[in-house]
């Protein structure tokens, strides 16, 4: 992670050499004091442009990663991922209205300064709405009845979604940049504004990792060992889609992040949800940081959608992974 | 004292009534086997018991109601092994074993180093300790209900409930798995209830039979009391033989 971290900040539109990179990184712990041989404007790069974004990408990836690998304990289902519940949906729906009926002014990025409060809504809404949904099809909401109702809902606002930038073709070059997932951002506003939600997120379904694996054995014999299932489960859920949603309302709909990353975490270091979890935040960082730089070097001086570059090296990887699983277990 | 006392017990299940009045007393130490047809409702009875369906009536352990227990405090007194129970995709017998110590791990926390020894002395018990790295799903028939039982038994709850511990084993394994019971039974002065369709196989193992039939106790004492060619006969619908055993009445079917 700390190669990936000190490469996504060197490398760039103006290529910095990684040793000065690390010392100049190293600078910022208090105390630290090394000579790194950089200017003023490779260290404003460095500590203004790269390092924040490389922070971002860091707490993006990590929230996806731990999200995904919630999202799939709880439902005990290796193919769920952060959108499932129609986080994405909800969050692509809310900043396309916002941009279609409320123009606000626009922002550097090309979106009104309210995105990430639209989408953190929009977000919000559908996982609600996904749990009443759920709730028809009886009491208990068992997983299943939870997926189809996020699939139903999905469908939903995707159709209202498609309403409403049909209804303003001229913002439809905004909404699109943004659904394919963004980084793109100066300062560290983007960062401060997910880090509170991040933390409790991640707090929350790091405190409940055992359980997941309590879960593992069935709603019944779990609660045969003193679990309350739909509880747990509930709180997991809540706290995996606020993490989610509010990653989306600042970088935009990343896709596979967080399925790829927990399932190759499961293949290197085994099935339990308390080493999975970890592990998934930490690897989901590290592969964020990666793509981004991979989609700011590779058509330099322009820049790939962060979404595109994890889409296209997370479909064939987890082709891959999926072979190897079967072939594991045969 | 009464391990486990049963009175009045209602439970409706989808509209329908499974068990109708039903009332049992098992005494602490003792092995006590729920016989009878399909859907008397044995399965629902051991359900109830630990803690898992909503009924009319009551159900105390060791003297407490189990309506004044917590989920926690009653999985520490009662540990059950499913009929069959989930098998959780790429789970390891150490992990799946270790699963049994929940009730004694506080929400947040973890588990802690008696909590470990506890599930290697379960595992050396059961001589499962060279598949502890294992994978559960890789695990025989055999080696698999073996590992359900060190669950259960991780739990070190006194009141041990089994619904059809056997039904997917070899007469070899069923022996295996039955001896080893009434061993730790002894070992660790555990109370069983279990489940069972093989007649003589539930006669030998137990203290005493309750045998079961839509939805209410029909007759309860002795195993030479219960397996009687009448009751039998006019339960099961079935023609049988009963003969006298070393360990118990051996129950043989014949053709009509």
Not at chain 1, 59 to 79: E, I, K, T
Not at chain 2, 14 to 35: C, H, K, M, N
Not at chain 2, 95 to 121: C, F, K, M, N, W
């Amino acid at each position: 992670m700390i190669v990936a971290v000190v490469a996504g900040v060197a490398f760039g539109a103006a290529a910095l050499p990684p040793g000065s990179v690390a010392a100049e990184l190293a600078n910022l712990i208090p105390g630290v004091h090394l000579h790194s041989g950089l200017d003023e404007r490779q260290i404003a790069i460095v500590t203004q442009l790269r390092l924040p974004r490389v922070v971002l990408a860091l707490l993006v990836g990590a929230m996806l990663g731990l999200a995904g690998g919630a999202y799939q304990g709880v439902f005990r289902n290796p193919l769920a991922d952060p959108h499932l519940l129609g986080v994405a949906a909800g969050a692509g729906l809310g900043v396309s209205a916002l941009v279609a009926f409320g123009r606000g002014p626009a922002s550097l990025s090309g979106l009104p300064p309210g995105a990430p409060v639209a989408a953190f809504v929009g977000a919000l809404v559908a996982v609600t709405m996904t749990y009443l949904l759920g709730g028809l099809g009886g009491r208990d909401r068992s997983p299943a009845t939870l997926i189809l109702a996020g699939v139903a809902v999905s469908a939903f606002l995707a159709a209202g979604q498609t309403y409403v930038m049909q209804r303003n073709v001229d913002d439809l070059r905004e909404i699109y940049s943004w659904l394919l997932g963004r980084l793109a951002t100066a300062g560290w506003h983007d960062t401060l504004l997910l880090l509170p939600y991040a933390t409790v997120s991640a707090t929350a379904i790091l405190l409940l990792r055992r359980e997941l694996d309590v879960l593992s054995v069935g709603d019944e014999e779990a609660a045969g060992l003193g679990l309350h299932p739909q509880r747990s489960r509930y709180i997991l859920l809540g706290a995996a889609s606020l993490g989610t949603a509010a990653a989306v309302s600042v970088s935009g709909l990343i896709g596979f992040v967080g399925l790829v990353v927990p399932h190759t975490v499961r293949l290197l270091a085994g099935y339990s949800y308390r080493v999975i979890l970890p592990l998934s935040m930490l690897y989901g960082g590290a592969f964020l940081v990666l793509a981004d730089l991979a989609g700011r070097v590779l058509a330099s001086p322009a820049e790939i959608p962060i979404g595109v570059v994890t889409a296209f090296c997370g479909a064939p990887f987890f082709a891959v992974v999926l072979r190897t699983t079967s072939r594991m277990s045969s | 004292m009464s391990a486990l006392s049963v009175d009045a017990l209602h439970i409706a299940l989808g509209g329908a009534e499974v068990l109708a009045g039903v009332s049992l007393d098992v005494d602490a130490g003792e092995w006590v086997t729920v016989i009878g047809p399909n859907g008397a409702g044995k399965s629902t009875l051991l359900r109830a018991v630990g803690g898992r369906l909503a009924h009319r009536g009551s159900i105390s352990l060791f003297g407490t109601s189990s309506a004044a227990l917590s989920r926690r405090a009653l999985a520490r007194m009662v540990a059950s092994v499913a009929q069959s129970p989930v098998v959780p995709p790429g789970m390891v017998v150490s992990d799946y074993v270790l699963l049994g110590r929940t009730p004694h791990i506080s929400t947040l926390g973890r588990e802690s180093a008696h909590d470990q020894a506890v599930v290697s002395s379960v595992l050396e018990r059961l001589e499962l300790t060279p598949f502890a790295g294992r994978t559960l799903s890789t695990l025989s028939g055999g080696e698999r209900q073996r590992a359900f039982l060190a669950r259960a038994l991780a739990q070190e709850a006194p009141l041990l409930l089994l619904d059809e511990p056997t039904s997917a084993l070899d007469i070899g394994h069923q022996q295996d798995v039955l001896e080893l019971v009434d061993e730790l039974r002894r070992d660790r002065r555990l109370t069983v209830l279990a489940t069972m369709h093989d007649l003589s196989v539930a006669g030998e193992y137990a203290d005493r039979l309750v045998l079961m039939a839509a939805g209410q106790v029909v007759a309860a004492g002795a195993p030479r009391e219960v397996l009687t060619e009448e009751l039998l006969g006019s339960l099961y619908g079935a023609r049988v033989r009963v003969v006298d055993g070393e360990h118990g009445p051996i129950v043989v079917p014949v053709r009509r």
